[in-house]
Nanobody, 124 residues
Framework: QVQLVESGGGLVQAGGSLRLSCAAS????????MAWFRQAPGKEREFVTA????????YYADSVKGRFTISRDNAKNTVYLQMNNLKPEDTAVYYC?????????????????WGQGTQVTVSS
């Protein structure tokens, strides 16, 4: 069955860095766009970033541009999120997601598969 397993979350001070990983299995990883979303308490799940199947194109929410970098390794069926200069407002559960089609990438309800999430907490 399809599995997306996130790891790498934790507690970090403002200005620090974390690298999240999402290991995928049960489907053809290289045929899917991969994305990261996040959800803070009391808020809706929001788009963070996405990467095309071949990693040629990347997309970022304005709030993370210049601080976060998405990448993927199709040989390892893994997508990464490097987060630098973290801010308290980045605190959330971070989810990776997979979508077969390469449009409406910012819409959470368009994604086919989801991970269980990993908590990121940034202290001030």
């Amino acid at each position: 069955q399809v599995q997306l397993v996130e790891s790498g979350g934790g507690l970090v001070q403002a200005g620090g860095s974390l690298r999240l990983s999402c290991a995928a299995s049960g489907y053809t990883f290289s045929s899917y766009v991969m994305a990261w979303f996040r959800q803070a308490p009391g808020k809706e799940r929001e788009f963070v970033t996405a990467i095309s199947r071949s990693a040629v194109s990347t997309y970022y929410a304005d709030s993370v541009k210049g601080r976060f970098t998405i990448s993927r390794d199709n040989a390892k069926n893994t997508v990464y999120l490097q987060m630098n200069n973290l801010k308290p407002e980045d605190t959330a559960v971070y989810y990776c997601a997979a979508r077969r089609l390469a449009y409406y990438l910012g819409r959470a309800n368009e994604y086919d598969y989801w991970g269980q999430g990993t908590q990121v907490t940034v202290s001030s």
